[in-house]
């Protein structure tokens, strides 16, 4: 698991309610989303996600070996699965499920080689939409991605 960034506000003020052993709210630590790679019985799993959590932004599994990649967002019904990463960007179709949890989410697959995923590959971020990028902080989370693809890919002949 990728390490967790705390952020810590400054002292409370002296006219708070709480109880003076109570930690304010401010102080609890910010835990970042991180690129985490799980394999479980010949499945790969790429998360970015709150470790710890099932908080996840966006997810990426395939079979070790396959040249398929499966790509799951949560993302509303009228929201197209778009990823960008290095100059690289495509609008995947995709299939719409309702989640009320998440206002919905949507999934596709891919070729392991596909060229956003190649950019991801050699940037370490990886954009959904209009969102921020979701982007590695650290050389474990960059090996993940990189491990992750290196895994998925057919084995050449």
Not at 106 to 134: C, I, K, M, N, Q
């Amino acid at each position: 698991m990728a390490a967790a960034t705390l952020l810590l506000s400054g002292p409370a003020s002296a006219d708070q309610d709480a109880a003076p052993d109570a930690p304010a709210a401010s102080d609890a630590p910010v835990v970042e989303e991180a690129w985490d790679l799980q394999v479980v019985d010949g499945l790969m799993i790429l998360s970015f996600s709150k470790p710890e959590t099932d908080d996840i932004a966006i997810e990426l599994t395939c079979r070790l070996g396959s040249g398929q990649v499966s790509i799951w967002a949560p993302l509303g019904r009228t929201e197209a699965l778009r990823l960008r990463a290095g100059g690289q960007g495509h609008a995947y179709p995709s299939i719409f499920r309702m989640n009320y949890e998440t206002d919905g989410e949507r999934s596709t697959e891919t070729r392991a080689d596909d060229p956003v995923l190649v950019a991801f590959g050699a940037t370490g971020a990886l954009t959904v939409g209009t969102r921020a990028p979701y982007a590695a902080r650290t050389l474990e989370e960059q090996q993940a991605i990189k491990g992750f693809l290196e895994g998925c890919a057919r084995p050449s002949r």
